[in-house]
């Protein structure tokens, strides 16, 4: 998959080893980035957002340094840039 995949929620919670609903608890904890909406009723993740927290949690990061790491990647989103075709 490309480096922009984006994954919906269900397909995001399997990535982290969670159920759906226990996204939901983490994201209000900082604990995974906040879903994109990307349509009227439909949200999802950049993939590398969910590889990153994953590598973190396989690291051993405390709950503090994800949360450190999620503002960091959230931060990261405004940093748009169009890549020449």
Known sequence: MGENTMLRRKQ???????CVSQTY???SKGLIPK???IGARAKALPQREVYAVNDARIAGKSDDEIRE????LM????????KAA
């Open 75 to 82: 931060k990261q989103r405004n940093n748009f840039s169009l």
């Open 12 to 18: 995001a919670a399997k990535e982290f080893g969670l």
């Open 25 to 27: 608890v983490q994201e």
């Open 69 to 72: 790491i999620v503002k960091t």
């Open 35 to 37: 879903f994109i909406s």
